[in-house]
C-alpha cells in the first residue's frame, strides 16, 4: 500500500462546479495533515491544514477521518484559477513528509 | 509578506561534478527541509534539518548528499558526484512549526 494515495484525476469540472478529491494514508501514527496546490512547474503551495474537526477557508473544506485514514477536501463554486494539481500531504511525525501523487483539476469555462 | 528563496534557478552540469543548491528560509523558522521533484512525478521528500542537525532523511539521502546551515540564514544541500538521475527540480522548505513553505526551486539538468 501506497504512504499516501490519491485518485490522479483529472477531473474535468465546469465554472461553479463543487468537487471532491480523497486521499488515504497507510501509517497509522501520522500527525499532521495538509493540502498543497501545485500549478504546472511550480512550487507546492500550502492551500490549508486538515484537522480532524474539520476546517473551512471559503470555498474549500478539508476533514479528516482518523479512524479510515482518509483526508478529502471539498471545493465549493469552482473557478477557472482553480486549475492545478492538488497534493495531499500527511507529515508522519519526526519530521518526514509525504507527499501524494496529486490529483489534477481543470476547471472549464 | 517573507519568502523562501532558491539560487540558482537552473543549473546546468556535468556527469560526475559536485553541486551546491542554495536556499534562504523565512527568517524566523525553525524547520527546514529538501524536496526533489522528478519531471511528471510526485514530490520527494529528502532531508529535514532542525536544530543545525539531520532530524530525518529518506531513503534517497545517501551518501552522495549533504546539508549545511554554514550561516543564520542560508540552507544548502549539495550532491557530489552528480549523476543523469540526479536531474530534478530541488525544492527547499522552511517551516515555524508544521506548515511548509516552499522556495520557487532549482532545476538541475545533469548531461
Known amino acids: 500500500r501506497k504512504e499516501v494515495e490519491q485518485d490522479p484525476g483529472p477531473f474535468n469540472v465546469p465554472e461553479g462546479a463543487t468537487v471532491a478529491f480523497n486521499c488515504t494514508y497507510s501509517n497509522s501514527a501520522s500527525q499532521s495533515f495538509f493540502w498543497y496546490r501545485q500549478d504546472c512547474r511550480k512550487e507546492p503551495k500550502l492551500l490549508m491544514s486538515v484537522y480532524s474537526s474539520g476546517n473551512e477557508d471559503g470555498r474549500f473544506t478539508a476533514q479528516l477521518n482518523r479512524a479510515s485514514q482518509y483526508i478529502s477536501l471539498l471545493i465549493r463554486d469552482s473557478k477557472l484559477s482553480d486549475s492545478a494539481t492538488y497534493l495531499c500531504?500527511?507529515?508522519?511525525?519526526?519530521?518526514?513528509?509525504?507527499f501524494g501523487a496529486g490529483t489534477r483539476l481543470f476547471v472549464k469555462a | 509578506e517573507p519568502e523562501v528563496t532558491q539560487t540558482p534557478s537552473h543549473q546546468v552540469t556535468q556527469m560526475g561534478q559536485e553541486v551546491i543548491l542554495r536556499c534562504v528560509p523565512i527568517?524566523?523558522?525553525?524547520?527546514f527541509y529538501w524536496y526533489r521533484q522528478i519531471l511528471g512525478q510526485k514530490v520527494e521528500f529528502l532531508v529535514s534539518f532542525y536544530n543545525n542537525e539531520i532530524s530525518e532523511k529518506s531513503e534517497i539521502f545517501d551518501d552522495q548528499f549533504s546539508v549545511e546551515r554554514p550561516d543564520g540564514s542560508n540552507f544548502t544541500l549539495k550532491i557530489r558526484s552528480t549523476k543523469l538521475e540526479d536531474s530534478a527540480m530541488y525544492f527547499c522548505?522552511?517551516?515555524?512549526?508544521?506548515?511548509?513553505?516552499f522556495g520557487p526551486g532549482t532545476r538541475l539538468t545533469v548531461t
Open positions: 522548505a522552511s517551516s515555524p512549526f508544521d506548515e511548509q513553505y
Open positions: 527568517s524566523n523558522h525553525l524547520y
Open positions: 500531504v500527511v507529515d508522519t511525525g519526526g519530521f518526514k513528509t509525504i
